[in-house]
Nanobody, 115 residues
Framework: QVQLVESGGGLVQPGGSLRLSCATS????????MGWYRQAPGKQRELVAS???????NYADSVKDRFTISRDSAKNTLYLQMNSLKPEDAAVYYC?????????WGQGTQVTVSS
């Protein structure tokens, strides 16, 4: 089993930055990909960014060139650096870890973008 704990959410003004962290524990050796998803009120959960075991990254068109997904393998931690935040980025952000045969989710962390 894998446990995921997000942190780093909060309130930021448009144009500001936040860095989200996802600490992993458990059978982390089984993880082959991780990602960040977000869900705004009344909207479907959407993929924001992902990274594979090999280090290949993928971004939603709406966040590319503003967000960066990265990992620190020694710390078993996933990060999402969010720059130039827009009001439409406001959502609950969830950390995800893919294993065989399960997909694991964190509890979510709220990101609010408001002036």
């Amino acid at each position: 089993q894998v446990q995921l704990v997000e942190s780093g959410g909060g309130l930021v003004q448009p144009g500001g930055s936040l860095r989200l962290s996802c600490a992993t524990s458990g059978t982390t050796f089984s993880i082959y990909a991780m990602g960040w998803y977000r869900q705004a009120p009344g909207k479907q959960r959407e993929l924001v960014a992902s990274i594979t075991r090999a280090g290949i990254t993928n971004y939603a068109d709406s966040v590319k060139d503003r967000f960066t997904i990265s990992r620190d393998s020694a710390k078993n931690t996933l990060y999402l650096q969010m720059n130039s935040l827009k009001p439409e980025d406001a959502a609950v952000y969830y950390c995800m870890a893919d294993t065989v045969p399960h997909r694991y989710w964190g509890q979510g962390t709220q990101v609010t973008v408001s002036s």
